[in-house]
C-alpha cells in the first residue's frame, strides 16, 4: 500500500519536474537565441551579409555552385563529422 | 570487410549491410517498430542485418553514418542567423534536440546500437549518389541527387565510373525542389515528407493553371534547370509550417484543412506544381547529358520518386538509360553510405548490383504455420503450384482481394510483390473496394499495375523495364485494366521478372486464366501503416480490413474461417493520417 503510494508520489514529481525541464530549457535556448545568434544576426545584417544566398540571379547567371567534395575520399576525412 | 551503413534522425531510417562489397541485407527501421516513417536510430534493423549476416558486433569493420553531421548543424545556425528574429520558435525546438542527440552521433549510437565501431561519415548527397551509380548496371553513368536537403546542397550532379564518382555541382539551400514540392504538399493539407505522393497522384485531376504564377513569383528557373526559390512566399527557413500568408495571398486560396474535401482549385494546384517539378528535371537532364556525353543516367534523393518526372525523363530525356535507386530517399542513404565507404574510400572494386529489391526479413513455412497455430487461425497447407493456382483463381473467379506475403521484405517504399495486396486489375470496382474498404484512403489515390514484363510493351507505352515502380507509362489504347489506369490514361508501373518467382509465377497463372498479365499490386499496409514485416503483421492487417484471402508463404487463409479478432484498443486510432 505504502509502495504504491510512494511510488505514485514518485510519478508525480517526475512528471512536475519534467515539466520544470522543459520551461528551464525554453528559457535558456531563448537566452542563448537572444545573446548568442542575435548580435551576430545583426551584425551580418547591417555588414550586408547573404548568408543563404537568398538574392536573385543575375540575368545570365547559374544556380548551380562548385561542388564541395573531394575528388579521392580518404579515410581521415571519412572519419570526419564536416 | 563488413560494413553497416545507417541513416536516421530526420526520417526514414534504415540500415544496411554490406560483406565483401556485397549486400547482404537491409531494412527500414519503421517495419520493425511499426512507427511510419521512423527517424530513430536504427536499433532493429540493425540487429535484423547483423543476425542475416550470421555477424556479431565486433565483426563489422564500419559503421558509415549517411551525412556529416557538423556540417549541416553549421547549415542550420547560419539559417537561424539569416532569419532572425523570426526563426525563434524553430530554434527552440530543434536545438535542444541537437544538442541532446544529433551533435554526438558517436555517443547516441553506441549507446543506442549497444557496440562501437570505427565510424565514418559521408555527405548526405554522396550517400545518394553512391546509392544510384555504384549498384547500377552502368560501367559509367551520369549522376543527379535531388531532394529536400542535406548539409547545404539541395541537388548534386557528377559522373561515376568504375568504382568511383564525382560530384561536381550542386544547388544549396534554400533553394530546393524537394522543399519546393514539400511545400505544395503542405498548402494542399498533406503531410511533409511522408505524403508528397498524394500531390503525385492528384495532378491529373487538374489542369496546371498555375504553374506560369509559380514560375513568375516563385522560382526563378533557368535554361540549365538550375533555379532559385523566391523565399519571401516560403517559412521552412525560419518557421514551423512551409509557407507563409504571402504564398497563401498569392495563390489565391488559404492552405487546405487535413482531410477536407479537393476542390478544383486544389487538383489544378497539385498538376501545376508537378508540372513545374517535371519542366526542372527535364531542363536538369538536358544540362547535364549536354555537359557529360553520358548516355547513361542514374537518380536518387526524394525527388527521384516522382515516377511520373521519371516517366518523362525517359520518354523526353536525351539519356538512352536511366537507373533510379528503389530506396531513393533518405533511408536508401544508409546503403549509399556503405557503398561509398566501400568503393570510393577503401578504393575496393564495384562488386555489387542491384538487381531486385528483396532485401528484408523472410519467414519459412515452418514459422508462418507455428504462428498460425498459436493464434489458433485455421489454414490450408497447398504445394507451392497449388497455392498459385488457388491464389490466381480466387483472384479471377471470387473476384477476392489477396494479401500476399512472399519472401524477402522489399527495400525501399514500394511493395513488389513480396507484402502486396493484390487484386484483379479489370475490375473497376477493385479501386474503390481496396481503397475505401480496405486501405482506408483517399478515393482520388490510383492503384499500380504489376505486369510480367515480357507483356509490358503489350499493355503498356513502354521499351524497358520498371522493376520497382518508378516510371509512369501510358496504358495501350484497346487494354481495359481499369483499377490501374489513372484518369490521364497513365499507370505507374511495375515490370515482374522471376526475381520474385512466386509473385511472376502467379501472375503467369493469373494470365492463363484470364488472358490479362496485369494485377492490382498495392502496399501491404492500411493508410498511415508501415508495409507489413511479419506474419503477425500481416495477418492483423488483414483481419482488421476487407481483406478475402491471406497468402502466407504456402499457407492460404479465408477471411471466413477466421475467429473474430478480439483486440482492447482502436487500431484506428494506432496509425496518424499521412
Redesign the interface.
Given at each position: 500500500m505504502s509502495g504504491g503510494v510512494g511510488s505514485r508520489l514518485f510519478a508525480g514529481w517526475m512528471e512536475i519536474a519534467a515539466r520544470f525541464g522543459e520551461v528551464q530549457?525554453?528559457i535558456l535556448?531563448?537566452l542563448?537565441?537572444a545573446f548568442a545568434?542575435?548580435p551576430?544576426?545583426?551584425g551580418?545584417r547591417l555588414f550586408g551579409r547573404d548568408?543563404?544566398?537568398?538574392r536573385?540571379?543575375w540575368a545570365d547567371?547559374?544556380?548551380?555552385?562548385?561542388?564541395?567534395?573531394v575528388?579521392?575520399?580518404?579515410?581521415e576525412r571519412?572519419?570526419?563529422?564536416? | 570487410m563488413n560494413i553497416l551503413g545507417l541513416s536516421c534522425f530526420y526520417h526514414d531510417s534504415a540500415a544496411a549491410l554490406l560483406r565483401d562489397g556485397e549486400l547482404v541485407a537491409a531494412a527500414h527501421e519503421e517495419r520493425f517498430t511499426r512507427k511510419r516513417h521512423d527517424a530513430s536510430i536504427p536499433t532493429e534493423a540493425v540487429a535484423y542485418c547483423l543476425d542475416e549476416a550470421g555477424l556479431t558486433p565486433e565483426q563489422i569493420d564500419h559503421v558509415v553514418f549517411y551525412d556529416k553531421p557538423l556540417v549541416k548543424f553549421e547549415r542550420i545556425l547560419l539559417t537561424y542567423l539569416a532569419t532572425f528574429p523570426r526563426s525563434l520558435p524553430s530554434f527552440s525546438k530543434a536545438i535542444p534536440i541537437w544538442l541532446k542527440e544529433k551533435l554526438l552521433v558517436p555517443k547516441a549510437l553506441s549507446r543506442e546500437l549497444g557496440f562501437e565501431s570505427d565510424l565514418l561519415f559521408a555527405e548526405h548527397h554522396q550517400s545518394h549518389a553512391a546509392s544510384a551509380f555504384l549498384p547500377s548496371p552502368f560501367e559509367e553513368a551520369a549522376i543527379l541527387t535531388v531532394d529536400g536537403v542535406g548539409e547545404w546542397a539541395t541537388a548534386t550532379q557528377g559522373v561515376g565510373r568504375g568504382n568511383h564518382f564525382e560530384l561536381d555541382r550542386e544547388i544549396r539551400f534554400p533553394h530546393s525542389l524537394g522543399l519546393l514540392y514539400s511545400a505544395f504538399t503542405y498548402y494542399l493539407g498533406f503531410k511533409v515528407n511522408s505524403a508528397e505522393y498524394k500531390v503525385m497522384g492528384a495532378a491529373p485531376y487538374g489542369e496546371p493553371r498555375f504553374a506560369d504564377l509559380i514560375l513568375e513569383h516563385l522560382v526563378d528557373l533557368r535554361e540549365d534547370g538550375s533555379f532559385k526559390l523566391n523565399m519571401k512566399y516560403f517559412a521552412f527557413d525560419y518557421g514551423l509550417t512551409m509557407t507563409n500568408k504571402r504564398f497563401e495571398t498569392l495563390m489565391g486560396q488559404p492552405r487546405r484543412e487535413a482531410e477536407s474535401a479537393m476542390q478544383d482549385f486544389h487538383w489544378d494546384v497539385a498538376a501545376s506544381v508537378q508540372k513545374v517539378t517535371e519542366e526542372i528535371m527535364l531542363r536538369i537532364v538536358r544540362d547535364l547529358h549536354a555537359r557529360t556525353g553520358m548516355k547513361n543516367l542514374c537518380m536518387a534523393g526524394g525527388v527521384a520518386l516522382n515516377c511520373v518526372a521519371n516517366g518523362r525523363i525517359v520518354r523526353e530525356g536525351p539519356f538512352e538509360n536511366l537507373w533510379v535507386q528503389p530506396a531513393a530517399g533518405d533511408a536508401g542513404g544508409a546503403l549509399g553510405a556503405a557503398l561509398f565507404a566501400h568503393c570510393c574510400v577503401h578504393g575496393q572494386p564495384r562488386r555489387f548490383r542491384m538487381d531486385h529489391a528483396y532485401w528484408g526479413p523472410e519467414f519459412d513455412d515452418a514459422t508462418i504455420r507455428r504462428f498460425l497455430d498459436e493464434r489458433k487461425a485455421p489454414y490450408e497447407t497447398l504445394s507451392r503450384d497449388a497455392m498459385i493456382a488457388e491464389t490466381a483463381r480466387l483472384m479471377d473467379e471470387e473476384q477476392a482481394v489477396i494479401g500476399w506475403f512472399q519472401g524477402r521484405m522489399e527495400w525501399g517504399p514500394r511493395s513488389l510483390g513480396a507484402r502486396s495486396i493484390l487484386a484483379d486489375a479489370r475490375n473497376e470496382e477493385n479501386w474503390k473496394r481496396v481503397n475505401l474498404k480496405i486501405k482506408f484512403r483517399e478515393s482520388f489515390r490510383p492503384f499500380a499495375p504489376a505486369c510480367l514484363a515480357e507483356r509490358a510493351s503489350e499493355w503498356f507505352d513502354t521499351d524497358r523495364e520498371s522493376p520497382y515502380m518508378l516510371l509512369v507509362s501510358q496504358v495501350r489504347e484497346g487494354r481495359h485494366i481499369p483499377a490501374v489506369t489513372h484518369v490521364d490514361g497513365s499507370a505507374r508501373l511495375q515490370t515482374v521478372t522471376d526475381s520474385q518467382p512466386e509473385f511472376c509465377d502467379l501472375i503467369r497463372a493469373f494470365e492463363t486464366r484470364t488472358g490479362c498479365p496485369v494485377v492490382i499490386n498495392t502496399s501491404f499496409n492500411v493508410r498511415g501503416e508501415p508495409i507489413v514485416c511479419t506474419p503477425e503483421d500481416a495477418y492483423l492487417c488483414f483481419m482488421r480490413t476487407d481483406m478475402d484471402v491471406l497468402v502466407l508463404g504456402n499457407q492460404v487463409l479465408r477471411k471466413q474461417d477466421q475467429p473474430e479478432l478480439v483486440e482492447d484498443f482502436d487500431w484506428r486510432e494506432k496509425y496518424a493520417l499521412d
Open positions: 530549457t525554453l535556448v531563448c542563448m537565441y545568434i542575435g551576430v544576426a545583426v551580418a548568408l543563404l544566398g537568398k536573385g540571379l547567371s547559374s544556380a548551380w555552385q562548385p561542388a564541395d567534395t575528388v579521392r575520399p580518404d579515410l571519412a572519419h570526419r563529422q564536416f | -
